[in-house]
């Protein structure tokens, strides 16, 4: 058993803004290392309501070069339908994921030659290996969720590819506003926020009108991609904000821990 006195976060507050269902892993560790969670998920993901659209668009990958998923909801959402469709991919259709969480489900599916980036794990990485510039005359499909980042299939296009979104889950905001936080925070009961995607961190910012909640500016935010703090701070540049050295549960504990270390038993003291 861990001794208390050892217990890196002890007594801090910790947010998880990630959706319910992938919030586990993250909330034990904090919560092992004497922190406590607060769950306000700023992401929930829920499948289409209609799959017409997603169905018509897969209907011919058989005839495509590239299948592209952009996150492991694509595949979670996407693949049991292409597989219903056609049980038998074609060893001619390529895949190509996001990072490597997406790359393991798409294992799951029997996928293992997944083509990802090396370090950096976005749509600007992806598009700078030498793979995705051979694309001319190429046909690409991108598997996402409804809206999202264009760049992926702008520059694809640009360079000759002939592109096609099978858009097959969709994104919602299951909070309207963040008092909650702001009372927890005024009773020293929260001291970070976890902030795992660029469209968790433009909902934190709306619903706090950042230019006029001082305590937001006073809060250690704690993102897992470089480009979630880029988009944060052009929004708000005071933004207490600490990126994690690389993606996973294990990272962000340590980038908590880091940028916690000594105010929590200092408040509490």
């Not at 910790?14 to 034990?28: C, D």
């Not at 018509?56 to 694509?74: G, L, R």
Request: aromatic share 6%.
């Amino acid at each position: 058993m861990l001794k208390t006195q050892n217990l890196r976060l002890k007594g801090a507050g910790i947010v998880v803004t990630r959706p319910l269902a992938q919030a586990g892993k993250l909330s034990t560790l904090i919560n092992e290392q004497g922190g406590k969670t607060i769950s306000f998920p700023l992401i929930d993901i829920l499948p289409l309501q209609d799959y017409s659209a997603f169905d018509t668009a897969i209907k011919n990958i058989t005839s495509y070069d590239w299948a592209v998923f952009i996150s492991s909801n694509a595949v979670k959402n996407g693949m049991p339908r292409v597989l219903k469709q056609c049980p038998a991919l074609p060893p001619c259709l390529k895949f190509s994921a996001i990072g490597p969480v997406t790359a393991s489900e798409l294992l799951a599916y029997g996928i293992s030659n997944v083509l990802i980036p090396n370090n950096r794990f976005d749509s600007e990485s992806l598009l700078s290996l030498p793979e995705m510039y051979a694309m001319q005359g190429k046909k690409v499909m991108i598997f996402r969720g409804i809206g999202g980042r264009e760049v992926l299939a702008d520059t694809l296009t640009s360079r000759g590819a002939n592109v096609t979104f099978a858009e097959c889950y969709q994104r919602v905001n299951p909070q309207t506003n963040c008092v909650m936080l702001e009372e927890l925070w005024r009773n020293g009961q929260c001291h970070a926020i976890v902030v795992t995607s660029s469209e968790a961190m433009r909902y934190l910012l709306q619903m706090t009108n950042h230019a006029d909640n001082e305590w937001l500016y006073n809060i250690k935010i704690c993102v897992n991609h470089a480009r979630i703090a880029e988009e944060a701070k052009a929004l708000a540049t005071h933004l207490q904000i600490h990126i994690a050295d690389a993606l996973g549960d294990a990272a962000m504990l340590a980038c908590l821990e880091a940028c916690l270390q000594g105010q929590i038993h200092t408040a509490l003291s």
